[in-house]
């Protein structure tokens, strides 16, 4: 389900310092109701500090952040029971249970969902009475999703969703986070895993060096990548000269060994394999490999992660008091 047209998340040229450097460079996005928004991009773009001017944990210097029409810092304790969050670690005390933690985290929501279907859901059933401190890291990042989940919030952020659980673990959590947004949640999305993305996010805003590089559905970002489609395959006999070149969106064939290379756009595949059929020759391995997020995300952003620069300064803000129960902390 896509947006509504409700804008729920909007930011608009946010600008944010550490010290005398810029960290954010005019960040503006929208986020509209039901809608699954991801915020992708390097170690140190600034995905962290966006979302904690969101959560009105730290105050911009620039621009503005409304969420449900309300100011984060300004209008906190309105926003907070509407907003669930999920931190990339979660300290809780180590002899509290899953069952206490997500019970007391309940408490401060007006209408909360039931916590032990909720546990059901995420795979935790049966660690309702074990305690935090003997959480396994999937387990524990299950339970920050579970925390973030519990109040029913109109507004979800969810930071590295699922970090640590494994690939199994992933598709629950990804089915889940689908029925949490089929009731109409506004989710915002962190996350370093372009599977994740596409297979989530409606749209998502590509952060790099403070600055929004691109922001567009995954499809749309991935053909914008523009390396089209690659098909390989080993012909059954030899090609006639030409057979391939002239087909429309082929861009180039090219032959190792036994295998030929055909690359271009649009219909490629459909174009080659009917060719091929009318000169009775079998594709042998054929192989079809299209754009992925993957290819338009390191073209934006470049192969590496530019990680802390080392000029970092001290931290300077801190994040305001009076947050929800569960005492949370960034790693
Ligand atoms: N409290 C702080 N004081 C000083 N610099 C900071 C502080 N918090 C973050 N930074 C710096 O600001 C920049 C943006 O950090 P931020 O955490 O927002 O990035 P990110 O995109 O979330 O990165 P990651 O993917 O590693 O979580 C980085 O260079 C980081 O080192």
Not at 241 to 265: E, H, K, N
Not at 282 to 308: F, H, I, K, M, N
Request: aromatic share 2%; proline share 5%; hydrophobic share 40%.
């Amino acid at each position: 389900m896509a947006g509504s047209g409700t804008t729920v998340i909007e930011v608009n040229d946010l600008e944010k310092r550490y010290g005398d450097r810029l960290v954010l460079r005019g960040v503006s996005f929208a986020v509209e109701q039901g809608e699954i928004f991801g915020l992708l991009g390097p170690n140190g773009a600034g995905k962290t500090t966006t979302v904690e001017i969101l959560e009105g944990l730290r105050r911009q210097d620039a621009g503005t952040a409304r969420v449900l029409g309300l100011d984060p810092r300004a209008r906190r304790g309105d926003l907070l029971p509407l907003l669930g969050v999920q931190l990339q670690a979660s300290e809780l005390p180590a002899r509290m249970t899953v069952g206490e933690a997500l019970a007391l985290q309940a408490a401060f929501y007006e209408a909360p969902v039931d916590p032990a279907t909720l546990l059901d859901e995420l795979g935790l059933a049966e660690a309702r009475r074990t305690r935090f401190g003997k959480l396994s890291g999937g387990q524990r990042q299950r339970l920050s999703l579970a925390l973030a989940l519990v109040g029913d919030p109109r507004v979800a952020v969810l930071d590295e969703l699922t970090t640590g659980i494994d690939p199994a673990g992933r598709r629950d959590v990804w089915d889940l986070v689908e029925r949490v947004r089929e009731r109409g949640v506004t989710i915002l999305l962190v996350t370093h895993l372009m599977e994740e993305a596409e297979r989530l996010c409606d749209r998502v805003a590509v952060l790099d060096g403070g600055r929004i590089v691109a922001l567009d559905t995954p499809t749309a970002l991935a053909r914008a990548a523009g390396s089209g489609t690659t098909i390989r395959f080993r012909p059954s006999a030899p090609l006639p000269a030409g057979l391939l070149a002239g087909l429309p969106g082929v861009g180039s064939v090219t032959q190792t060994g036994s295998t030929v290379t055909v690359s271009g756009t649009g219909e490629l595949a459909h174009e080659v394999i009917a060719v091929l059929a009318r000169h009775q020759i079998v594709a042998a391995d054929l192989r079809v490999e299209q754009a992925t997020l993957d290819d338009a995300y390191l073209s934006l952003t470049g192969p590496r992660g530019d990680g802390p620069a080392a000029t970092d300064q001290p931290v300077t803000d801190q994040p305001a008091t009076g947050q929800a129960p569960a005492t949370t902390r960034r790693s």
